[in-house]
């Protein structure tokens, strides 16, 4: 019997699919880990997971970039401007908002 095993990303995605608390849990703690460490290929593959959960060809229509401009966007090699990952994440029904870093004390 052969029996079907998902990855991580498939159950994750899944997962993004139907909490939409869980997405912004993981968004924003995507965006504050990026601006701790700086790694861009995780904050990607977030923005990619979430995609995939909300669509991902309806969310590359959403954002008004070419298909394939927002696909390669999302690669992990992918070097989006700012313009583009605001494109993004407004397809996604978010936005950056700015706040103090916190100081250690």
Known sequence: MDKKYRTFSELLVEKLKNDSELA????????????KDMNKEALLLSL???????GFSKT??????????FYKSLLPNGNPKLDTVMAILRALKYTIT??????AR
Do not use: M, N, Q
């Open 48 to 54: 990619r997971h979430l995609a995939e959960a909300r």
């Open 60 to 69: 590359a229509r959403e954002s008004g970039l070419t298909r394939d401009v």
């Open 98 to 103: 700015i706040r103090p870093l916190e100081t």
């Open 24 to 35: 912004d849990i993981f968004l924003r703690s995507a965006i504050d880990d990026y601006s």
